[in-house]
């Protein structure tokens, strides 16, 4: 059963993992992220599903922040991997615009960012992927 209140945003860097060859640390967590929320009828929107697709056209920059936009105000929880968040301005432009949305920000990382700014647009922090799973499980099913 499809549980419709909840659709999760999966956000994080993709371009700058890409091009140093770590692409596995965006599809990882995310695609773990993808098989949990499967199996418990929630929707997720992955945008590394379809960056790569994109990357092979020549969509402009608007088309591809319209994209960013159409599913960040479809979206219900957002949840961003902090690792790499600086060299990631389309990242930093999604917690910021969710924030101004009054949406949930749930961050997983190692450590909180260093950015007092950044940190306000989040409204919970988990060490782990697992913590994240947790949270959900505990706070919105």
């Known amino acids: 059963m499809m549980n419709k209140d909840i659709y999760l945003y999966l956000a994080g860097s993709l371009t700058y993992l890409l091009t140093h060859n770590m692409f596995y640390k965006a599809t990882r ?7 949990w929320a499967l199996d418990n009828g929630i929707k997720t ?20 922040v319209d994209q960013n936009n ?4 479809k979206t219900t ?12 301005p389309g990242t930093i ?3 910021i615009s969710y924030k101004t949305m009054g949406k949930p920000v749930i961050a997983f990382g190692k450590e909180k960012h260093w950015s007092p700014h950044v940190n306000y647009c989040i409204s919970h922090h ?3 992927e697992e913590e994240v799973i947790e949270l959900l499980t505990n706070m919105f099913l």
Do not use: G
């Open 126 to 128: 988990c060490e782990t």
């Open 77 to 88: 929880i957002m949840v961003v991997q902090l690792e790499y968040l600086d060299q990631s």
């Open 29 to 35: 967590w995310r695609n773990d992220l993808d098989t």
């Open 93 to 95: 432009y999604e917690l």
């Open 45 to 64: 929107f992955n945008p590394a599903k379809v960056y790569s697709v994109e990357k092979n056209h020549n969509y402009s920059d608007k088309m591809i």
């Open 70 to 73: 159409f599913f960040l105000n």
